[in-house]
């Protein structure tokens, strides 16, 4: 080719325009994830803050409290939550099972406490042999002393 044909091509007419069109169509899709992508770090940020006040305030279930109310999340111009305390208000009014300390009843709950032996003397004189070596020894001869 020769230099005067190098500046001569000129591209076909259409092609500017699908150009545009596919630079237009990624344009909107990519501003699309941008906002889904402020909106997830956004809600992120929040779970983290309330979840935070949530456990300080004694919540069992921080999390679980949280999904509750992701729905009536309101945020300020900056991100952040702006009604954090109305809903941890909220929750600690309507559940309040959900804060506080919390009870354990254990299986083993009385272990180590002394309890009173019902073994006695009479119950040993009708035993049989094989009943009373099946027994605990140190209740064996506690009944025996008394």
Known sequence: MDEQTENTIEPTPGAAAADAAV???????????????KT?????????????????AGARSPELLFDSVKGDLQFADDGAPANTAALVDRLKTGFPEQFG???????????????????????LS?????????????????????
């Open 126 to 146: 009708r035993m049989k042999p094989e009943q009373i070596a099946k027994l605990d020894w140190a209740d064996v001869g506690r009944a025996l002393k008394n």
């Open 40 to 56: 997830a770090i956004r809600l992120e940020q929040a779970r983290r803050q309330i979840t935070d006040v949530l456990a300080k």
């Open 23 to 37: 630079d237009a169509d990624t344009l909107n899709r990519l501003t699309v994830e941008n906002e889904q992508l």
């Open 101 to 123: 300390s919390r009870r354990h009843s254990a299986i083993d709950a009385g272990a180590g406490q002394a309890a009173g032996s019902r073994l006695t003397k009479e119950a």
